[in-house]
């Protein structure tokens, strides 16, 4: 079965500097999706950023960047110019894909409860 | 974008009653939706997934008999808690994944709080 590791239960990183947070997984697959969600207190669970397993090419949005190393089954999250509404729970997430377009669902990491000190 | 709704956000009800949450995608059609449970400061588990006109597939350690699952349209799966106690009190998430597009992402519905007294 998949496994996903996010050793570091809380981060605090003051407004505008960057912090990294961290993800490992173990799979026997070759073809999956690798995802970093945000849960604000509202507990509506937002996408961050999305990442291939087939693609080299690390994913960045705006912001948030990832560093994905397939071999070594690491997937972190950057997030530059940290902001407070950056403050939530970030969830790893891992999602097996068949060869005939089906998926499983997402299994996730512990989290990791983001401070941002103003 | 994609828009799952779900319905009621939030019950309480009594212990040996049963609750029915439903999860709606409002603007896709969805082959696939998945339920999972989240309990307070925890992750979220994956309990089911949900496919249209088809028996749901319960991941292990859920008991089906509790937790029905029913997906008779591309665009509503509900959850059935049967007979609650308070020990199923939690935070039920619904997800869905779009019918013929592969992305690989799952589309959340607000979360639905159940507190059985």
């Known amino acids: 079965a998949q496994t996903v590791t996010q050793s570091q239960p809380e981060m605090s990183v003051q407004e505008a500097e960057t912090v990294t947070l961290s993800c490992t997984y173990d799979t026997s697959e070759s073809d999956y999706y690798l995802f970093w969600y945000k849960q604000p207190p509202s507990r509506q669970m937002i996408l961050v950023i999305r990442q291939e397993a087939y693609k080299q090419q690390n994913a960045t949005e705006n912001r948030f960047s990832v560093n994905f190393q397939k071999a070594a089954k690491s997937f972190s999250l950057k997030i530059s110019d940290s902001q407070l509404g950056d403050a939530a729970m970030y969830f790893c997430?891992?999602?097996?894909?068949?060869?005939?377009?089906?998926?499983?669902?997402?299994?996730f990491g512990k989290g990791t409860h983001l401070i941002i000190q103003p | 974008g994609a828009v799952v709704s779900q319905h009621p956000s939030w019950v309480i009800c009594k212990s040996g009653t049963s609750v029915k949450i439903e999860c709606r995608s409002l603007d896709f059609q969805a082959t696939t939706m998945f339920w999972y449970r989240q309990f307070p400061k925890q992750s979220l588990m994956l309990m089911a997934t949900?496919?249209?006109?088809?028996?749901?597939?319960?991941e292990q350690g859920v008991e089906k008999d509790k937790f029905l699952i029913n997906h008779a349209s591309l665009t509503l799966s509900t959850l059935t808690v049967t007979s609650a106690h308070p020990e199923d009190s939690s935070f039920y998430i619904c997800?869905?994944?779009?019918?013929?597009?592969?992305?690989?992402?799952?589309?959340f519905g607000e979360g639905s709080r159940l507190t059985v007294l």
């Open positions: 997430a891992y999602r097996r894909v068949y060869s005939g377009g089906g998926a499983d669902g997402l299994t």
């Open positions: 997800s869905a994944s779009r019918a013929g597009v592969r992305t690989g992402e799952l589309f």
């Open positions: 949900s496919n249209e006109g088809s028996k749901a597939t319960y």
